[in-house]
T-cell receptor
Framework: EAGVAQSPRYKIIEKRQSVAFWCNPISGHATLYWYQQILGQGPKLLIQFQNNGVVDDSQLPKDRFSAERLKGVDSTLKIQPAKLEDSAVYLC????????????FGSGTQLSVL | DQQVKQNSPSLSVQEGRISILNCDYTNSMFDYFLWYKKYPAEGPTFLISISSIKDKNEDGRFTVFLNKSAKHLSLHIVPSQPGDSAVYFCAASARRYGGATNKLIFGTGTLLAVQP
């Protein structure tokens, strides 16, 4: 069974530029999550989707971050404009059922903002 | 406000001995706890979980203990193997009080190194 796919693996941009990350969850997983992991910290939830609807985006900096999940499958996370403090690993995860804490994570995208 | 704390950034253990990783939480509404394991350049993978109605859950070499009164949980690995070397994250959720979601709150992680 294929795992959660993410791309790109690495991205280096300058501050004020824009960047987008892509995620394809495990087939059949209705719930999709985007987490931000800053160096030395644990993953922090940015946004949670149930199918193509947003369940929780309370910690998403909406002035610069946006996310969508078209057709309830793939998802993209965008940052525009990026700040230095956005340097982190962006992890996508999926789970089989809503309110299921057993998450399957992708390998992440490491973003460096210079 | 760090609701889930892993105060030991790193731990080194000899192969075959017991590894004990600790986690403390402050939110009394947390009622479900998980451990995730992360290798370099990979995403975290689920390891073991425990509900607040239990004080122990075992899965092979891995056992998680929960002390609700102390708001403390620990992960025991016996015997430790070099392949267990990874970062271990403790996570918690408030299933009964989480409302529309069961948001996971992660600790900062403990790097375990098992020496051959």
């Amino acid at each position: 069974e294929a795992g959660v796919a993410q791309s790109p693996r690495y991205k280096i941009i300058e501050k004020r530029q824009s960047v987008a990350f892509w995620c394809n969850p495990i087939s059949g997983h209705a719930t999709l999550y985007w987490y931000q992991q800053i160096l030395g910290q644990g993953p922090k939830l940015l946004i949670q989707f149930q199918n193509n609807g947003v369940v929780d985006d309370s910690q998403l900096p909406k002035d610069r971050f946006s996310a969508e999940r078209l057709k309830g499958v793939d998802s993209t996370l965008k940052i525009q404009p990026a700040k230095l403090e956005d340097s982190a690993v962006y992890l996508c995860a999926s789970s089989l059922a809503f309110k299921n804490e057993k998450l399957f994570f992708g390998s992440g995208t490491q973003l460096s903002v210079l | 406000d760090q609701q889930v704390k892993q105060n030991s950034p790193s731990l080194s253990v000899q192969e075959g001995r017991i590894s004990i990783l600790n986690c403390d939480y402050t939110n009394s509404m947390f009622d479900y706890f998980l451990w995730y394991k992360k290798y370099p350049a990979e995403g975290p993978t689920f390891l073991i979980s425990i509900s607040s109605i239990k004080d122990k859950n075992e899965d092979g070499r891995f056992t998680v203990f929960l002390n609700k009164s102390a708001k403390h949980l620990s992960l025991h690995i016996v015997p430790s193997q070099p392949g267990d070397s990874a970062v271990y994250f403790c996570a918690a959720s408030a299933r009964r009080y989480g409302g529309a979601t069961n948001k996971l709150i992660f600790g900062t992680g403990t790097l375990l190194a098992v020496q051959p």
